[in-house]
Nanobody
Framework: QVHLVESGGGLVQAGGSLRLSCAASGRTVTTAYMGWFRQVPGKEREFVAA????????YYQDSVKGRFTISRDVAENTVYLQIDSLKPEDTAVYYC??????????????WGQGTQVTVSS
């Protein structure tokens, strides 16, 4: 079992930055990938970024490359999502997720409760 808690969301003006954090606890040693997803009301949850827990290889949705940076601190069991040059269309609930095995794509096994990011124009 892996327990995930996100933090760092909030209201920010367009062009600003935020750093989201995801604190993981439990059997994190079994985690293969950590991912960030986002969802707006009425739309499906979409993949944003992922990072391999061992090795730190990163993956991004094409639309966020260059503005989003995923990183992790293994010692602190924490994954971060740095978001720069925020746009109103980045407004969403951002979720952290953990995948126990397989490739970074596909179904994730554990999810956090989400943190709201709102970008004003």
């Amino acid at each position: 079992q892996v327990h995930l808690v996100e933090s760092g969301g909030g209201l920010v003006q367009a062009g600003g930055s935020l750093r989201l954090s995801c604190a993981a606890s439990g059997r994190t040693v079994t985690t293969a990938y950590m991912g960030w997803f986002r969802q707006v009301p009425g739309k499906e949850r979409e993949f944003v970024a992922a990072i391999a827990w061992a090795g730190s290889t990163t993956y991004y949705q094409d639309s966020v490359k260059g503005r989003f940076t995923i990183s992790r601190d293994v010692a602190e069991n924490t994954v971060y999502l740095q978001i720069d040059s925020l746009k109103p269309e980045d407004t969403a609930v951002y979720y952290c997720a953990a995948k126990i095995s397989g490739w970074y794509q596909g179904r994730y096994d554990y999810w956090g409760q989400g943190t709201q990011v709102t970008v004003s124009s």
